[in-house]
């Protein structure tokens, strides 16, 4: 079977998180400044303009984070928000103006406040043009003076659009638009895909790796906050510190989402119907997931059916009706369908590209190193280890069934950052029925994906 179908079928079932390393860069030396009387601050709970309940908590406990590295002895935060919580009954920030800069001081017992706003803070998915925003602004107060002694407020954006004039003309219209508000716009990534599924699919794994590592729109907040405190007053602490500048300026890692399935998978010459299961480790925090998808092969015909919103147990983490998706591969026609059951419509994309070029491929060597029954097929194991093009490698085992023409059923691979394994259970031999890799009656065949956002059916 074509390794480029295999791989836009498979797209969702591989997920794995990869931190990229910057190279060494020399760093901006920070010291505190003895002649600022500010020494104590106390971070605000934030004014909220956005339908995220969570943002404004996480980007304010990332400032707060900051400051020790510009020589402030911040108060924490649970002691903040317990004292205006039980003494003033503010809980939200919206709240703050019930009061006086003054006053808090009084209460918190510190030398300024700091106010923050969170003017945006989502990602906007259209499969089209996807964008994901961060935007703020902060101001320091002194207590007592009532003096602002800093403000500053930037709003970091990164894009992903599919190819084509309609996604360029998208982009140009919003940052046209942007342009005008008070708190200015910064693109910090602008990418294309080649495919407007490739460029869904990807926005909506970011989210859902966000979501595992708790750290939601971590990129575009970490740099709207390394831009934001690159013009805040350093304290008179003492000692000194590596200065954080704007990424821009010095190379910063990065997380980033990459989709692949392993290079070597292959399913054989047979025809079949089973269930994969991956099941992937996060290294950093021992997080797991847990995918499951339904694949069905009929000669070239390949069909694989994932239901997102369960693999991910909260249907937040995906757009409304997004969450269940079904990929078929039809090499005979030269046509792939991506259907959308909650919503009955489906895509089609026309599958114009050749089998990948041999040079393109990673290096693949296997060692085997015994046999084994795994799922009731007597199996040879193997250990295995690919190197991509990019010097990037992994390595594991693979079980191939000897009863089923080679076929892998078992895969154990690991990285530096995840463990990944990949079984493939119920494995049925035999011809599925070819109905399964038609289009459904009584689907309707979206123009785009920008028909499907905007069907309220789901």
Request: proline share 5%; hydrophobic share 40%; charged share 25%.
């Amino acid at each position: 079977m074509k390794r480029n179908n295999i791989r836009y079928i498979l797209l969702l079932i591989s997920l794995i998180i990869v931190v990229s390393l910057s190279a060494c860069v020399p760093m901006p030396v920070r010291q505190g400044n003895p002649n600022n009387p500010i020494k104590t601050v106390a971070v605000l709970p934030m004014t909220n303009q956005t339908n995220d309940v969570e943002g404004p908590q996480y980007v304010r406990t990332e400032f707060d984070k900051r400051l020790p590295g510009y020589f402030y002895a911040n108060k924490p935060l649970k002691d903040t928000d317990q004292l205006l919580r039980d003494q003033m009954g503010v809980t939200l920030g919206a709240q703050l103006d019930m009061t006086t800069p003054q006053k808090l001081g009084e209460l918190l017992g510190v030398d300024a406040v700091i106010y923050g706003t969170l003017m945006n803070f989502d990602t906007q998915i259209s499969g089209l043009l996807n964008v994901k925003r961060a935007r703020a602004k902060f101001k320091m107060v002194n207590t007592k003076t009532g003096e602002t002694i800093w403000q500053n407020g930037i709003g970091i954006k990164s894009e992903t659009k599919s190819g084509g004039l309609i996604g360029s003309a998208l982009s140009a219209a919003g940052s046209i638009k942007e342009s005008k508000e008070e708190i200015q716009w910064v693109t910090i990534e602008s990418k294309s895909e080649d495919s407007i599924g490739g460029a869904l699919l990807g926005v909506i794994a970011e989210k859902a790796v966000s979501k595992m590592l708790k750290a939601p729109l971590k990129v575009e907040t970490d740099e709207m906050l390394n831009r934001i405190l690159a013009s805040l007053p350093v304290g008179p602490g003492t000692g000194q510190v590596v200065a954080s500048v704007p990424p821009a300026l010095a190379a910063i890692p990065t997380p980033k989402v990459e989709f692949h399935i392993p290079a070597f998978f292959e399913f054989g010459k047979r025809d079949f119907t089973a269930i994969m299961i991956m099941t992937s480790v996060i290294k950093s925090n021992n997080e797991k997931t847990v995918f499951d998808a339904k694949l069905a092969k009929l000669g070239e015909k390949f069909r694989n059916e994932i239901d997102m919103t369960k693999a991910l147990s909260a249907k937040g983490d995906v757009p409304p009706g997004f969450g269940r998706n079904i990929f078929i591969a039809r090499p005979d026609k030269k046509l792939s369908y991506i259907l959308y059951p909650d919503k009955n419509k489906y895509m089609e994309q026309a599958e114009t590209k050749g089998i990948e070029e041999k040079e393109d491929l990673p290096k693949i060597e296997k060692r085997k190193v015994g046999t084994e029954t795994i799922d009731g097929h007597p199996c040879d194991k193997y250990e295995i280890k690919i190197t991509y093009k990019d010097g990037k490698s992994e390595s594991g085992l693979f079980w191939e069934a000897t009863d089923m023409d080679r076929f892998i059923i078992k895969s154990e691979m690991e990285n530096t950052d995840a463990k990944t394994v990949i079984e493939l259970k119920n494995v049925k031999l035999g011809s599925p029925s070819i109905t399964l890799f038609e289009v459904p009656q009584g689907y309707t065949k979206a123009s785009g994906m920008m028909e499907i956002m905007m069907d309220e059916k789901h």
